[in-house]
Structures are given as structure tokens and as C-alpha cells.
């Protein structure tokens, strides 16, 4: 109620001391402030967005795939295809803190010599202190058939001795563009000793 009308009157005066009083000079004046906002500076226009209409990029119809493969998390031997990069904290029990970073092979069929489908490259950590649960963050990319280079991008949360886990799938690339769905995973065979896994993937993307 009070500081309002005084801005106002400061304004007013403002205006009053510097500028003539016609209002024609002071649409002129507002005019140019106007145009000056909006042309950018550089005086050029690159075009940063426009709407286009879904067919213009032929999206086709939106379908729903489920996909079954098996995930082989090495960690043991020569070749392992997943790698310590980081060590937990110490005397943690759920090895709170511990990252590794894989490029595990996508099979056919829960045998790592079955046909490769694909890799999961990516990294999983451990993210619980009370129990032993994953983030996990991977990439799918598939080499089979017409899906070869195109890819999906798998982030969650993956609690590992839990019979069966879901984690999101939330986005890809290639025949994948604007997947989202899921990934429902159960444990294979796990290897105490060297901590090997094999893990079946069922994987629901809803994609064009
Ligand atoms: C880890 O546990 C051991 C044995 O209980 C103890 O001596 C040590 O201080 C602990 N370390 C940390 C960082 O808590
Ligand atoms: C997948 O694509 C790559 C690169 O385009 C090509 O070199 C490779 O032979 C393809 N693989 C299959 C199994 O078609």
C-alpha cells in the first residue's frame, strides 16, 4: 500500500526531469526500448527451437517389445568385463561405496557361448547401507539383426538377492528413440568364490 504508489511517484519524476512531456516522443522512446530487447545482441538468429509435427520425422506407430536376454557380470580370470574403480568405505557390510564399471556381454542364453546379442557398458555402485542394493547405470547396445548400434538406457535401483528386481528403462537411441519401460531381473547363477554373475534380463520397452 505504501511502497507502490511512492515508486510510481519516483518514476514519474524521473521521467519528468530528463524527458519532454509529449507523448509521442515517449511511445517513440518505448518503441525503440522494445525492438532493442528483441533483437539479440549479434543481430543473427540461429533458429534454437521450433515445434515439429511427429510425422515429419517418421515415428511410426508405437510398440511395445519384450526382449529376454542374460547378463554376464565377470569379475574373476583374465578377462573380466567388470572392473573395481572404486573401493568401498571402510567396514561396510552392503560394501557401501564400491564401484564398478562394466562391459559385460548380452547373451541368447543364460551360457556366456551362446549367441552375443549385445553389451551392457555402464557402472553399478553400491548405494545402500543396510541392506547390499545397486545403482545401476548402463547402456544396452545391441549388435542382432535390424537392432545393431541402436541402444537402451537402463538406471535403478537393483536390491542384488532379492528374487526378482525392476529397474526403469528411460530412454535409447537408434530404433529406441523415446523408449521407456522396464527391466525385471532374476539371478541366473552366482558365483560366491569370485563373484561372477549370470542374470536374466527381461526387458519391456514401449518404442516406435
Ligand atoms: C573397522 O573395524 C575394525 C575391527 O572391528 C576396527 O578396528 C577399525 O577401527 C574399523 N575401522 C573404521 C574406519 O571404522
Ligand atoms: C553392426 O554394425 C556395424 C557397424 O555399422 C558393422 O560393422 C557390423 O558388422 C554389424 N554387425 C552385425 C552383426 O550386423
Do not use: C
Not at 6 to 30: E, G, K
Not at 117 to 140: C, D, P
Not at 174 to 195: I, M, P, W
Request: proline share 4%.
Amino acid at each position: 500500500m505504501y511502497f507502490i504508489p511512492s515508486i510510481r511517484s519516483d518514476i514519474q519524476s524521473l521521467f519528468m526531469a530528463r524527458l519532454p512531456q509529449t507523448p509521442v516522443f515517449l511511445l517513440l522512446t518505448i518503441s525503440t526500448l522494445i525492438s532493442f530487447l528483441a533483437i539479440p545482441s549479434t543481430g543473427e538468429n540461429y533458429g534454437f527451437v521450433k515445434s515439429i509435427e511427429g510425422e515429419k520425422i517418421s515415428l511410426g506407430k508405437e510398440k511395445l517389445s519384450h526382449f529376454r536376454f542374460y547378463w554376464h557380470d565377470i569379475l574373476g580370470g583374465k578377462n573380466p568385463t567388470a572392473v573395481s574403480i572404486v573401493q568401498p568405505v571402510a567396514n561396510s557390510s552392503t560394501a557401501f561405496g564400491m564401484v564398478n564399471m562394466i562391459d559385460d556381454a548380452l547373451t541368447e542364453g543364460p551360457k556366456l557361448s551362446s549367441k552375443l546379442i549385445g553389451r551392457a557398458q555402464g557402472f553399478y555402485t553400491s548405494a545402500s547401507q543396510q541392506e547390499v542394493s545397486l545403482l545401476m547405470a548402463m547402456n544396452f547396445v545391441f549388435i542382432e539383426g535390424k537392432y545393431n548400434g541402436s541402444t537402451i538406457t537402463v538406471l535403478g535401483r537393483n536390491p542384488v538377492f532379492n528374487k526378482v528386481r525392476e529397474m526403469p528403462v528411460i530412454g535409447g537411441s537408434g530404433l529406441f528413440r523415446f523408449a521407456r519401460g522396464y527391466v525385471k531381473v532374476k539371478t541366473h547363477k552366482f558365483d560366491t568364490k569370485s563373484g561372477d554373475a549370470t542374470v536374466e534380463y527381461n526387458a519391456y520397452v514401449m518404442h516406435y
